[in-house]
Nanobody, 123 residues
């Protein structure tokens, strides 16, 4: 069983930065892909970024590429998401989750969802 807890959300002006964190506990994660997703009111949950736990290979949604950076801290079992140059359209609840298939962008292929953290970007 994997437990995930997100933190670091808040209110920021457009152009600003936030650093989210996903703290993982439970089973070991060496075979997993860790992903960040987001969901705005009335929208479907959408892929943001993901990282393979072993090796650290990453992939991103086109909408955040060049602005967001996902990483992992093996010692702390955390998956930070550094978000720079934030835009009002980045406003959403951000979730982390665990997947088994590297390259997947489908939320249905991820599980063990955390409770989410709210990010609000004002214009």
């Amino acid at each position: 069983q994997v437990q995930l807890v997100e933190s670091g959300g808040g209110l920021v002006q457009a152009g600003g930065s936030l650093r989210l964190s996903c703290a993982a506990s439970g089973r070991t994660f060496s075979s997993y892909v860790m992903g960040w997703f987001r969901q705005a009111p009335g929208n479907e949950r959408e892929f943001v970024a993901a990282i393979r736990w072993i090796g650290g290979t990453t992939y991103y949604a086109d909408s955040v590429k060049g602005r967001f950076t996902i990483s992992r801290d093996n010692a702390k079992n955390t998956v930070p998401l550094q978000m720079n140059s934030l835009k009002p359209e980045d406003t959403a609840v951000y979730y982390c989750a665990v997947g088994l298939r590297f390259g997947s962008r489908r939320w249905e292929e991820f599980g063990s969802w955390g409770q989410g953290t709210q990010v609000t970007v004002s214009s």
